[in-house]
């Protein structure tokens, strides 16, 4: 009886490292993991190069990358003889994409409706289909503006390189009123979200003290909400020009989600940087003026309500309006719910700016070259970060061709080459 029960004992020990070890191995083959730093000299030969800052495109043109960096864009790079080349006859070669409006880590609209269990694995291997699925459409970076503190951490390891996935600028935690958007609407009933997804404010000081604890754990900006004030709490403009004010000291942009022309007057005094969401109320000549004068980019985040045709026209009516202005206009989805796809929803976003009367071009800048001035990061120039994406068609004009996605690379490292194989490089 000993020995069979010592037996038995013995096969429920091995299934149980049987099971662990195929835990261990879905865990490890799924993860996404980065790769090793580029070496030597990687050249991106014959397509059309567009850098992202306006100018017209190369044709025929040559992007040389050493390491991390470019070194030369332009028709006469001199080619390294023991470089790598990747042939781009026929593509369109641009900057990679930026969406400048996500919330990476939500754990709201499609989160919500996922299995505890689920949830958890996917967040301990830092959600790598998230990952994935932006640099299989060209998203090389994101600015996440609203997010557990968590992303800091992921954000690290994406840029040792020990996980591959968007480079990551993140406000973290976002900042409202006492029982303002989301404490009271997204996360309503979730004690827990609240407490780590928000930082209520009531007090100048207080809020600063946030903002500086925020900076040392490694945010790259702060996100405010200055909204409603009739059916919900708005933070007081007091406290928004505190954090703004503090946010600048420590070297960080400030984000405010605004809905109404008034608002976005208010933050933009307050000392906003980019100001995310567009209202749907005509926006007066005023507070256009403002936002061109002080150089606060507007992120529309169209692609939210590409579900309400009839919200979006009006919303497109006042992109129309602010780009006319010469406002500066960056692109942002808002990604987080259930009908959005992470990476695929800027290819929208592009779509709807187009139609709202960017041009293609204008449209891209927006993606691109506004987005990472507003980043510090550097458009396709020698010294900026490798970020590229080679595109199937003339996006430039023809928009819907930005989905037409090749080959990614991102600071130097090939991520995606589909023209030998669907599969990634891991």
């Known amino acids: 009886m000993s020995r069979i029960r010592l037996l038995g004992c013995g096969a ?8 662990a070890a195929v835990c261990f191995i879905v865990y490890s083959c799924t993860l996404y993991r980065g ?5 030597g000299t990687l050249v991106i030969r014959g397509g059309r190069v567009w850098d992202g800052t306006g100018r017209e495109p190369v044709e025929n043109g040559i ?3 050493q390491g991390e960096r470019i070194a030369c864009l332009g028709k006469e790079c001199p080619i390294p003889q023991d470089a790598t080349v990747v042939d781009a006859e026929g593509l369109t070669v641009l900057p990679g994409l930026v969406d400048m409006h996500i919330h990476f880590g939500a754990l709201v609209g499609a989160d919500a409706m996922r299995p505890l ?7 301990a291997r830092a959600r790598p289909a998230h990952r994935r699925a932006f640099i299989e459409a060209g998203v090389t970076s994101i600015r996440s503006v609203g997010d557990l503190i968590y992303i800091v951490y992921l954000k690290r390891e994406v840029a040792k390189g020990k996980l591959a996935g968007p480079r990551i600028f993140t406000a973290g935690p976002i900042f409202t009123a006492p029982g303002g958007h989301p404490a009271s609407t997204l996360f309503k009933g979730n004690p827990w979200l609240i407490k780590h ?8 000081e207080a809020a600063r003290a946030e903002v500086r604890k925020l900076a040392s754990q490694g945010v790259d900006g702060i996100k405010a909400v200055y909204t409603d004030g009739v059916q919900l709490p708005r933070l007081s403009l007091e406290v928004l020009r505190a954090i703004a004010d503090e946010a600048h000291k420590h070297g960080l942009w400030v984000a405010v989600h605004a809905s109404s022309a008034q608002e976005m007057r208010e933050a933009v ?14 926006l007066d000549e005023e507070v256009l ?3 061109r004068e002080r150089r606060v980019t507007l992120v529309p985040a169209l692609a939210v309500w590409k579900g309400k045709p009839e919200r979006l026209k009006l919303l497109q009516a006042n992109v129309a309006r602010a780009h006319a202005a010469g406002v500066r206009i960056a692109a942002g989805t808002d990604t987080q719910g259930v009908n959005m796809a992470f ?7 592009l779509e709807l700016l187009v139609e709202a009367g960017l041009t293609p071009a204008e449209a891209l800048r927006a993606a691109t070259g506004v987005a990472w001035e507003m980043l510090g990061v550097g458009v396709l120039q020698p010294g900026a970060p490798a970020d590229l994406m080679l595109v199937e068609g003339d996006p430039l004009t023809r928009i819907g061709d930005v989905r037409n996605v090749r080959v990614v690379i991102q600071g130097g490292r090939v991520l995606l080459d589909r023209r030998k194989s669907k599969c990634l490089h891991n």
Do not use: C, N
């Not at 005094?269 to 005509?282: F, K, N, R, V």
């Open 269 to 282: 005094l307050a000392g906003a940087d980019t100001i995310e969401h567009i209202p749907s109320e005509p």
């Open 12 to 19: 429920l020990l091995g299934l149980l490292v049987a099971t």
């Open 289 to 291: 003026a403002l936002l």
């Open 343 to 349: 990476g695929d929803s800027l290819h929208w976003e």
């Open 35 to 39: 790769k090793p730093p580029a070496k």
């Open 117 to 123: 269990p689920l949830l958890l694995w996917d967040y």
């Open 197 to 204: 997804g928000t930082r209520q404010m009531a007090a100048p």
């Open 63 to 65: 992007v040389v990358i």
